[in-house]
């Protein structure tokens, strides 16, 4: 009882020493979440349930959660109906949402919006306590308020490093959408809240915080892979620190380190296994559709070589006049080193995942280390030149978080049209069997997306196909929606070679660069010659057998299908839900 008392006092003591902090991270919460309650407000009577989801992949991310409420734990990496089994990244940033809502009994949708305050609020205080922890003063006040700042600007004005874009936001000439990057669900925000948390837990490590310290900073770091960058950066830190703990011959470190790499693999384990079953053949081609470039080229970050050389320059100044570095320089100069690692490790792997995603982490670890030689090295001298900064960061920071949390108002026009999606929503969920298949026949991609997040149906066709379909179901997907176009077969290579990029990269890419290109290129023309030839052939077959190959219950479109569709595939009368015709198969 004693014990738990103690523990009280110290949490108490703790809360109450960093209030102020506490305070902010709660005031960040409430910026990054206000988007979600003005959108909503503005719409006034016109809200009709459909929340404010204007960031990339947040309903694919919220499709995932759905499918592990309803029993999936595995995590469908599939909204088709006959791959959910086909799961490649175990979905455990999924779990911090999922779990919440079976114990919470609330919807998946809920969790997701609640999120949006919690975890950037988590996010800010797990790099104060970073910062703080690396001042060495974590009761001074001036420490404190570095730390404030530290995690003001990798919070809220995690924006303001691109200098074009601060421009842009504070003179008005930015007039879009710009939500905060750490309320998109599951990644990047878990990512970020492992990463800091490991942090966190080896530095106790280094303070002599033993075994629970060693358990935290394993499990930690194993539940990393739920997101590669996270992951590659967190193991690459620890591999550098450990070098320089062998530098300074320091073996019981070392032997720490050990024990940490040794408890994240056991909790790792089935990834391995699962990731040997998928990728074990020697064949990269499902890895390259996930991610995986092959290059040896490398990689130069702006914001991380102008933080190195002012990191190197002042370092290399204060060696002179003191000639030592402490343990807190050593783990500065590791995170610094270790990102330099994960964005030029191809140089000699010819391998690397999406390396842009590593500025996640990269300008988060530029701001702490900087900082950490303006409070350590820059104080001592000019608290001017230490004030300054910290008092811009500050001031910068809560300003750009206005800023954003304004900027829903632009996407208000397209927002109060999907509240007209409502409607059929509440259709596909009251009245369709559960795992039912629809096929959504739009212009752009919003239904397909819409469905898997907000019922309990899956799609027949989809943008999203990286994992574990198989090519010739894609082409299949492809052929299918050119003919519900009625595109005859002598005009179907003109069509995709004017839509290239949506038609052809978008559906038949081999890596993720291809994704984005946006002309006709020898690999893209090459592939319109084989879906054309592939839709001659198509175009004979009956079309009502060819689209019920696979498991198919119902076409939605958001015009009226031509009568000669509707015929040929024998399709029931369409009805009508908000801004959404179904056609039921007969």
């Excluded at 919470?104 to 919006?113: N, Y």
């Excluded at 019981?252 to 990731?275: C, E, M, T």
Aim: proline fraction near 4%.
């Amino acid at each position: 009882m004693s014990r738990i008392y103690d523990s009280f006092l110290k949490v108490s003591s703790a809360v109450f020493e960093h209030r102020l902090a506490i305070m902010l991270a709660v005031c960040v919460g409430i910026l990054v979440f206000a988007p979600q309650y003005l959108s909503r407000l503005a719409l006034g009577p016109a809200y009709q349930g459909v929340p404010f989801l204007y960031l990339d992949n947040e309903l694919n991310y919220l499709a995932r959660i759905q499918d592990i409420v309803r029993g999936d734990w595995l995590g469908d990496d599939s909204v088709f109906y006959e791959y959910s089994d086909e799961s490649i990244l175990p979905p455990i940033g999924e779990y911090f949402y999922a779990i919440p809502s079976l114990l919470l009994r609330g919807s998946p949708v809920t969790i997701v919006i609640a999120s949006k305050f919690l975890f950037p609020a988590a996010l800010f205080l797990l790099i104060y306590a970073v910062m703080i922890q690396l001042t060495g003063s974590p009761r001074a006040f001036k420490a404190k308020i570095t730390a404030i700042a530290v995690a003001l600007l990798s919070t809220l004005g995690y924006g303001l490093i691109d200098l074009r874009s601060a421009i842009a936001t504070f003179s008005g000439q930015l007039h879009a959408t710009d939500l905060n990057i750490w309320t998109r669900p599951v990644n990047p925000i878990i990512g970020a809240l492992l990463f800091f948390a490991f942090l966190v837990a080896l530095w106790r490590l280094h303070a002599g915080r033993g075994m629970w310290a060693r358990i935290w900073a394993g499990i930690v770091l194993g539940l990393s892979i739920t997101y590669f960058f996270s992951w590659a950066l967190s193991l690459t830190f620890l591999i550098v620190v450990t070098i320089s703990y062998a530098l300074r011959k320091q073996a019981k470190r070392i032997v720490d380190h050990i024990i940490v790499f040794g408890i994240s693999v056991l909790v790792q384990l089935p990834f391995w296994i699962n990731a040997v079953m998928h990728f074990g053949n020697g064949d990269d081609s499902l890895a390259r559709r996930n991610g995986l470039l092959l290059l040896h080229a490398p990689m130069m970050n702006k914001v991380l070589l102008v933080g190195t050389l002012f990191f190197v320059c002042v370092t290399l100044y204060q060696y002179v006049r003191e000639k030592k570095l402490g343990d807190w320089w050593w783990f500065s100069v590791s995170l610094l080193a270790a990102c330099w690692v994960v964005f030029n490790q191809q140089i000699l792997t010819g391998r690397t995942v999406w390396p842009d995603h590593f500025v996640q982490f990269s300008i988060p670890v530029v701001i702490i280390v900087t900082y950490v030689i303006l409070y350590r090295y820059i104080l001592p001298r000019s608290v001017a030149l230490w004030i300054i900064p910290v008092a811009l960061a500050i001031a910068g920071s809560l300003t750009a978080g206005i800023f954003s949390a304004s900027s829903y108002r632009y996407s208000m026009d397209d927002y109060r049209k999907q509240q007209n999606d409502a409607p059929f929503i509440r259709w596909a969920n009251e009245s369709t069997a559960e795992q039912c298949v629809i096929l959504a026949y739009e212009k752009g991609y919003y239904l397909s997306y819409l469905i898997p997040a907000f019922t309990h149906c899956k799609v027949y066709s989809s943008y999203d196909a990286y994992s574990g379909v198989p090519r010739e179901r894609i082409i299949h997907n492809m052929l299918v929606l050119l003919r519900l176009r009625q595109i005859q077969p002598a005009n179907v290579k003109s069509f995709l070679e004017s839509n290239v990029s949506r038609e052809i990269n978008t559906y038949l890419f081999e890596d993720w660069i291809q994704i984005f290109e946006t002309e006709v290129t020898p690999q893209s023309r090459a592939k319109i010659e084989m879906v054309a030839d592939a839709y001659a052939e198509f175009y004979t077959e009956d079309f009502a057998t060819a689209i019920r190959k696979y498991k198919l219950d119902y076409i939605v479109s958001e015009e009226p299908l031509a009568g000669v569709l509707v015929d040929e595939l024998q399709l029931d009368e369409g009805r009508q839900y908000g801004r959404v015709i179904v056609y039921p198969l007969l």
